[in-house]
């Protein structure tokens, strides 16, 4: 069964730092999804890596995937109190239906 | 063009009562999945709907059940609601035949409060 580990679970930033959240998965897969979630919303899709070695990017967000390693990467450059949310990442459990997160990262970009 | 939609926003309920919340896809989307998604945590994997059938079930008992009608459109329904139902209901949509490509588009939830 997939299970899906995000870390830190907690992170708070410095206007201006660089930060990176870590997924990982345990089993197979070249596929891989990031969300973000405001406060009381939904889930806001970010990125979707479809292949090892994939990178997307978006503004001062980027993410990568290594099927290799199990391992998704987002990374956060300059951060901004904008960015302050939680970020989901998710992957297809067993089917087209059964998207499986982690826990998320909730992320506090402080002045 | 409109996204997921779903209703109502809000719902308090006893114990025991019943409830039955409502999404509508995406426009071109025929696919519905339903999520749970307790406070602080991870949304949890309900079940999947599509061709009016439902095709995947994540580890839920029988008390939560679905309908997807002709227009796409979805029905969730708890029955004997237990103070452990009480979270945000996500219905997410996606066009099947994208398969793994896109994204679920998910709705802004319906939060159910059990009391």
């Known amino acids: 069964e997939l299970k899906v580990e995000q870390n830190p679970l907690f992170l708070s930033m410095q206007e201006g730092k660089n930060y990176t959240i870590y997924c990982n998965y345990s089993?197979?897969?070249?596929?891989l999804y990031w969300y973000r979630q405001d406060p009381g919303k939904s889930l806001e899709s970010l990125f979707v890596?479809?292949?090892?070695?994939a990178v997307k990017q978006e503004g001062r967000l980027m993410a990568s995937l290594d099927t290799k390693a199990r391992l998704s990467t987002l990374h956060i450059t300059a951060a901004v109190h904008d960015l302050s949310a939680t970020y989901f990442c998710?992957?297809?459990?067993?089917?087209?239906?059964?998207?499986?997160f982690g826990k998320g990262t909730k992320l506090s970009v402080k002045p | 063009d409109a996204g997921v939609t779903q209703s109502p926003t809000h719902l308090i309920k006893t114990r025991g009562q019943q409830v039955t919340l409502r999404c509508s896809p995406k426009?071109?989307?025929?696919?519905v999945s339903w999520y749970q998604q307790a406070l602080g945590q991870g949304p949890q994997f309900i079940f999947q709907?599509?061709?009016?059938?439902?095709?995947q079930r994540g580890n839920f008992p029988d008390r939560f059940s679905g309908h997807q009608f002709p227009n796409y459109s979805s029905e969730l329904n708890v029955n004997a609601l237990l103070l452990g139902d009480s979270a945000l209901y996500l219905c997410?949509?996606?066009?099947?035949?994208?398969?793994?490509?896109?994204?679920?588009?998910f709705g802004p939830g319906t939060r159910l409060t059990v009391l």
């Open positions: 089993t197979t897969s070249d596929r």
């Open positions: 426009s071109g989307h025929d696919t």
């Open positions: 998710g992957n297809y459990g067993g089917s087209q239906g059964n998207l499986i």
């Open positions: 997410a949509s996606s066009p099947r035949l994208a398969g793994w490509k896109r994204a679920q588009y």
């Open positions: 709907y599509y061709e009016e059938e439902e095709r």
């Open positions: 890596l479809l292949s090892n070695g």
